[in-house]
Nanobody, 132 residues
């Protein structure tokens, strides 16, 4: 079965850290740029971070810059989101998603798509709760 599987979510106090993982099953992530998108209760989805197919170039939402770090390990077919200095407003379901960039932009990534059909693959999500 071709799917993305997120893990690593949980409950943490403000200021704490979590590392989310996004593992591909049935296909290789080498051919895709990867994005993390989150949705908080009652709010629209927000693009959090992305990493390019080639070169490991990254983008971050302003709300997480300096606190979150995205990385990929193609040997493990996994993308990670290291989240530090977590805040209550980071509480959300976090989804990872994969898309095929055109040749012209495969060294970059963009945080435009927020819907499953904007991507080739979309995971089931993992809950992150930040509260004291």
């Amino acid at each position: 079965q071709l799917q993305l599987v997120e893990s690593g979510g949980g409950s943490v106090q403000p200021g704490g850290s979590l590392r989310l993982s996004c593992a591909a099953s049935g296909f290789t992530l080498d051919y895709y740029a990867i994005a993390w998108i989150r949705q908080a209760p009652g709010k629209e989805r927000e693009g959090v971070s992305c990493i390019s197919k080639i070169g490991g170039n990254t983008n971050y939402a302003e709300s997480v810059k300096g606190r979150f770090t995205i990385s990929r390990d193609n040997a493990k077919n996994t993308v990670y989101l290291q989240m530090n200095s977590l805040k209550p407003e980071d509480t959300a379901i976090y989804y990872c998603a994969a898309y095929t960039p055109t040749v012209a932009i495969q060294h970059m990534c963009v945080l435009l798509g927020k819907r499953p059909y904007d991507y080739d693959y979309w995971g089931q999500g993992t809950q992150v709760t930040v509260s004291s």
